[in-house]
């Protein structure tokens, strides 16, 4: 059995996720989704932010960001965990195309990898500072960790991040109360030793926005959270309002609890601040074992207090990382080269270019990377949402229904991605300074209202016609179909009519189809003049997007 066909592995990557393999229970699959906040990229870049721009400054960016991100990643999360889908083929149907989220898939891809470089680079310090290993080689050890502990996904995933929850509460827990408890927390809380001399100067709205656009980046993290909530067990009348609560705050609760963890990182950051330089505080092994040696009194046991912290906490997130990180380049190169050697294969391309990073030394220039993507990742998901909610639910300009599978979507749709492009390319322009300093501040807002403004307008102009190429005649059941090539049954709602094999074939299997040439549907790049739109395919119900 090859690595593709391994369930233990795959997690059904690449295709619709079958009620018979989601069996965790909406609270495991919480506590899966909620590693992130156990990041120490957070206590990292919060010190940073501070630093650089003061506390109100932060606090205040870090809430308008948490305000835009929240209803945004509202929306993709509820759609993830009712569709069973990954946020790739979630893409595909509202209004990118089959191809056209190719490019999302590397955005996304790059997205992940950033964070475990990043996330990485802070392991590796904890690493040296243990053993007094080279920095470098320190990278290399910790890249290798991350391969055996995410080659087996959720099956493994879960149980792990359950088992070490109260560890990591416990030890966490320990830092923040010695930190509350120092003489003049809440004034060093504020008024942190470190701040800069432009951190200064008081609430500029200049700086908030600088920021919130920043912050805007982790609007993206709703992929990572939702390759966990496609794992959601269906709804039903006695587990509803667990089941909302879970969706709720194991996706957009990220935000919340991004400003959580502002708070308890600038607590601990206050307290460091009185003890040692601006370059310890933002390095998070440094940091807590500057805040343990108040409660122990002894340097070496509050290293190991902190190290073992921030061992954990960063194997816990880039368990995610990995695995996210290879779902997106499963989904990038099964269309690109037709071929899926299994999810497990592309851990290995993840590691090994996030090793690449931390030794460019990711570490110290990841706010202007994020400063950067944000541009990109926050067009992507407002072309996203604007498709989700406004095109298919208010305005009626898309069909009602989720289609993902390649025999049935155009190669491009220009609603989605063509709004996206625009939104990102307008937003680059304007963060290179085209439209002065303030635009620049600005960009991923700006990139942000055009994703959002523009998917109906294209919508309207093309008329709904560039979102269904064709239609599948197939059993109005819940049952299971034969794939005509991989020999396994699966859910109708994967399945596809293929008249290359003459058969049924399961949309994994039509994805890495190489010698059909697009068989089924002769007019993949662009409508037939005089098309009409195609409406609801028959083997899925119309399911209204609920969010709440």
Not at 493 to 522: F, N, Q, R, W, Y
Request: aromatic share 10%; proline share 5%; net charge neutral.
């Amino acid at each position: 059995m090859g690595l593709a066909d391994n369930p233990q592995m795959e997690d059904y990557s690449l295709r619709y996720t079958p009620a018979a393999f989601r069996k965790w229970s909406p609270w495991m699959v919480f506590l899966s989704c909620l590693v992130g906040i156990s990041a120490m990229a957070g206590y990292a870049l919060d010190a940073a932010f501070v630093d650089a721009f003061g506390f109100s400054n932060a606090l205040v960016g870090f809430l308008v960001a948490a305000a835009v991100t929240l209803p945004l990643t509202l929306v993709i999360a509820f759609a993830i965990a009712r569709k069973h889908v990954d946020i790739d083929l979630l893409t595909r149907g509202s209004g990118f195309g089959y191809l056209g989220s190719t490019l999302t898939s590397l955005v996304y891809a790059t997205y992940t990898l950033i964070f475990l470089a990043y996330e990485g680079a802070i392991m590796a310090q904890a690493v040296t500072a243990l053993t007094h290993l080279d920095i470098h080689l320190s990278y290399v050890v910790v890249s290798a960790v991350m391969i055996p502990l995410t080659l087996y996904g959720m099956s493994f995933s879960a149980k792990f991040q359950a088992w070490t929850w109260p560890i990591w509460i416990a030890l966490i827990g320990l830092a923040l109360g010695t930190a509350a408890t120092a003489p003049d927390a809440g004034h060093n809380m504020v008024h942190p030793a470190t701040v800069s001399p432009t951190g200064l100067a008081g609430l500029t709205v200049l700086a908030v926005f600088t920021i919130a656009a920043a912050q805007l980046s982790l609007a993206t993290q709703v992929g990572e959270q939702g390759d966990y909530l496609r794992l959601m067990p269906d709804p039903t009348a006695r587990n509803r309002g667990r089941w909302r609560l879970a969706v709720i705050m194991g996706g957009p609760g990220f935000a919340l609890f991004a400003v959580g963890i502002f708070f308890a990182s600038t607590l601990l950051v206050g307290y460091a601040s009185t003890k040692v330089d601006a370059a310890h505080v933002g390095i998070p092994v440094d940091l807590f074992t500057t805040v343990y040696e108040r409660l122990t009194g002894n340097h070496t046991v509050a290293l190991v207090l902190a190290g073992l912290l921030v061992l954990l906490s960063q194997i816990k997130i880039n368990i995610m990382n990995t695995y996210s990180g290879s779902l997106s380049w499963s989904n990038f190169f099964s269309r690109l080269l037709h071929r899926h050697p299994g999810r497990a294969a592309w851990v290995f391309l993840q590691v090994g270019l996030s090793l690449v990073l931390m030794e460019i030394d990711i570490f110290n220039h990841i706010v202007e990377v994020l400063a950067w993507y944000s541009n990109v990742g926050v067009a992507w998901i407002g072309a996203m949402v604007a498709d989700l909610v406004i095109n298919k639910r208010w305005l009626k300009l898309a069909p009602p229904e989720l289609v993902f599978h390649r025999a049935h979507l155009y190669h491009v749709n220009p609603v989605g991605f063509g709004s996206m492009i625009v939104a990102g390319a307008v937003s680059m322009i304007a963060y290179y300074g085209a439209f002065g300093a303030t635009a620049a501040a600005l960009s991923p807002f700006i990139a942000l209202v055009l994703a959002i403004v523009l998917p109906p307008v294209v919508a309207l102009a093309t008329r709904g016609r560039w979102y269904i190429a064709r239609l599948s005649e197939l059993p109005e059941n819940d049952g299971e179909l034969p794939c005509s090539v991989c020999g396994g049954d699966y859910d109708v709602v994967d399945m596809a009519t293929c008249p290359h094999h003459g058969g049924t074939i399961c949309s994994l299997c039509c994805s890495t189809e190489g010698a059909c040439h697009d068989a089924c549907k002769p007019n993949a790049w662009r409508p037939p003049k005089g098309a009409v739109p195609l409406g609801m395919p028959k083997f899925a119900p119309v399911k209204e997007l609920e969010v709440a």
